[in-house]
């Protein structure tokens, strides 16, 4: 088969890159001729291929690639109260992107670099069974791909003694950088004094490292304040301000950063109904889980069972949709609206049906969370990068829900 008979785009995109790759030097002969070979192209035209004089195009220079990841340099966010609380901010602006590809997947410009050596870079996600995660290390990888560096994935498991297990192994095998996704701050500090020992640096995700350490999410408390504003004025419009019962779904193991999740939802409903007693929001422990969130979620819902207008708030997407489906089982759908955060494949599911209580999500890009892969990159090619990153939320609706790209089992398999 040749380039030109290529008729699956997923297919024609592998090629591409693979094409690109060797061209660029950053891939070697052996390795094009196995990749080609896998990918079905024909020996005529991988033989043209290593006849073909090698392009010019190199590595990304430093000031391109600090360029590429910050396009808009390092500030300083007076109202930012999260870990490394006073540090210089870096933000990743919500439109930079450009088209999406063959998937549907927004095309981040900082996906533009290349790197000037295959560094190897370890990602411990936070558990394979979350499906946004299994997705999230196929991102991972096709970024390293392309960009010339390798992404190998460790498993947390939802599990702190796991993750602990997974930072000594990735000190014991020296890799040049390390993303961190565990939900149990506690852990962390551990974790971190095992990477600095080995002297390898980590950026951690979503649940902050120690003072000090690299972070990056989409701003907790701002995210769910917006989300909760829109809750607020849903109320107003359509309940006349009128709300009985604001339950609230949390995950108080993974820490006070976390925790500024109910806070921001919270003040966000507070913003537009002032009016509301806090003896009417009720938190729980989710866990940030559907099942466990849905079955203390309808315990709440039979121990009030006089309220009638509910808002309901999920630290994450499931969590939302947990307590949609206690909401539906005690058929309690009518005067309720329910929000999570995450663009979780639960929550676009729910936004698709017109009769769904689950009203709004902060939906975050999959495909943005790679940024941590480029600060890496920065980092260990010697640039100046934030202490705290922030990538974009957009407020997901049911009017809007078809304008954002696919996120889990877009690369994989659901």
Request: proline share 5%; glycine share 10%; net charge positive.
């Amino acid at each position: 088969m040749s380039h030109n008979e290529i008729t699956d785009p997923a297919v024609r995109e592998e090629v591409d890159w693979t094409l690109e790759a060797m061209a660029s030097g950053r891939m070697t002969r052996s390795q094009f001729v196995r990749r080609a070979a896998a990918l079905g192209l024909s020996g005529g035209f991988i033989s043209s291929v290593l006849a073909a004089p090698a392009l010019a195009a190199g590595p990304t220079s430093l000031a391109q690639l600090t360029k590429l990841v910050y396009p808009q340099g390092i500030t300083k966010a007076t109202d930012y109260n999260g870990p490394n609380g006073g540090s210089k901010v870096a933000y990743l602006p919500p439109d930079f992107h450009s088209g999406v590809d063959s998937h549907g997947i927004w095309k981040w410009k900082f996906e533009n670099v290349k790197a000037k050596k295959n560094y190897r870079f370890a990602l411990a996600h936070f558990s394979a069974k979350w499906d946004l995660m299994v997705e999230s290390v196929a991102r991972f990888k096709r970024f390293g791909q392309k960009a010339g560096f390798s992404v190998t994935a460790f498993d947390n498991n939802f599990d702190a003694d796991q993750a602990i297990k997974n930072a000594n192994a990735i000190a014991q095998q020296r890799f040049d950088f390390v993303i961190m996704e565990q939900e149990f701050a506690d852990a962390n500090k551990t974790i971190d004094g095992i990477l600095k020992n080995a002297g390898i640096p980590v950026i951690y995700f979503a649940v902050p490292g120690p003072e000090g350490a690299l972070f990056m999410d989409t701003g907790n408390y701002r995210m769910c304040e917006a989300a909760g504003e829109w809750l607020g004025k849903y109320a107003k419009e359509h309940w006349g301000g009128k709300v009985d019962l604001v339950l609230q779904s949390a995950q108080p193991r993974a820490g006070a950063y976390v925790g500024q999740r109910e806070v921001g939802y919270k003040a966000g409903i507070k913003k537009v109904l002032p009016h509301l007693k806090d003896s009417v929001f009720v938190k729980f422990d989710g866990q940030g889980l559907l099942p466990e969130t849905q079955k203390l979620a309808a315990d709440l819902l039979t121990k009030h069972s006089s309220a009638k207008y509910i808002l309901g708030t999920g630290s994450n997407d499931d969590a939302g949709v947990g307590i949609v489906r206690a909401l539906e089982a005690a058929k309690r759908t009518k005067y309720a609206a329910v929000a999570g955060q995450a663009g979780q494949a639960s929550a676009m599911t729910e936004l698709s049906k017109p009769s769904s209580p689950f009203k709004v999500s902060a939906f975050q890009d999959v495909e943005a969370e790679v940024w941590m892969a480029a600060i890496g990159l920065l980092k260990v090619e010697g640039g100046k990068v934030a202490p705290v990153n922030f990538y974009p939320f957009y407020l997901t609706t049911k009017s809007n829900v078809k304008k954002f790209p696919p996120q889990a089992g877009t690369l994989t398999k659901a």
